[in-house]
DNA sequence: TTATTTAGTAATAAAAAATGTTACAGTTTT
DNA sequence: AAAACTGTAACATTTTTTATTACTAAATAA
């Protein structure tokens, strides 16, 4: 559910960002309205209202996922690397590493207790029921289709 | 999205606790697993593995809807007010005032930016989507039907 | 009728998560 | 070379979430 935000002492520290999906999908966004500019990431952080430096580790995630590319140097920036229209949105989704769920208590319940020992398990059920109605409902969407509503 | 936890000089102050579904659902299995008995915060409390004065707060909320009656003084506790099979989960979704989606990015987008100006309104109708979708689903299955898999 | 156990809730503290900033090395273009 | 970028580490700050302490009021039981 994280990305790699830096280490030290290679030990490594994660940091989530709860806009990860709204803000991966406003850069894709952006990117699929000027398909032949690399967008600096200044220039997105400015649409976005968002620090560059967390512009740039969100398009860290979307490289490794080879969704876009981005060029080094003077003129440099981001553009899309795939085909718009094939892009769903529940890959952005799966990308984002975003799980759709009501939450779980944060300490681990009491495993001498019938409810406490199977709680978890069957919020993951129901969890889990939940998932693949939302990824669903993402498949057919487009990040094309997402993109021409604006 | 949030409950009232205090004010101070007639500010109030809210907190969101993330696992309150969780919480709450793991009360409301309890009490339903003990129909006859007035169970303690901190008998709960020992189930969830949470402070009692959390369960407190997420008791209040129950109360708030009519969903649990409790009593004061020693043996007292809290017991369920409503027939567990005729309670859903997505009322209980919805006391909790969760609402299922994918997040938005913390500030407020250039609105100078066409794609600016509308992400939010976008992001919008596609997470109401999902929670019509995840509502019908949490609409069929009763505290009972969740209850009964313990 | 007094001690005890419980809810209720304010206030504050602590921990965790998310976001922001600075700094700088490395690349590419002009 | 200078300038404009990316990439990313390190650290700072802010926000959110969870925990704790403390105390009042209520109900029961001895």
Chains 1, 2 share one sequence.
Do not use: W
């Amino acid at each position: 559910m994280c990305y790699k935000t830096h280490y030290i002492c290679n030990i490594f520290y994660y940091s989530m960002l709860s806009g990860k999906f709204a803000i991966t999908i406003h850069i894709l966004t952006l990117l699929n309205k000027f398909p032949n500019d690399y967008l600096s990431s200044e220039y997105i952080a400015g649409s976005i209202n968002l620090n560059p430096v967390l512009v740039r580790k969100e398009i860290a995630n979307l490289k490794a996922h080879h969704i876009v590319e981005s060029k080094e140097g003077k003129n440099g920036g981001t553009k899309l690397a795939v085909d718009s229209s094939k892009l769903t949105l529940k890959e952005i989704f799966e990308m984002t590493f975003e799980t759709i769920n009501l939450g779980y208590a944060k300490n681990q319940p009491n495993p001498d207790c019938p409810v406490g020992k199977k709680i978890n398990q069957n919020l993951d059920a129901l969890y889990a029921e939940m998932n693949q109605k939302v990824s669903a409902q993402l498949e057919g969407i487009s990040l094309d289709d997402f993109s021409n509503q604006f």
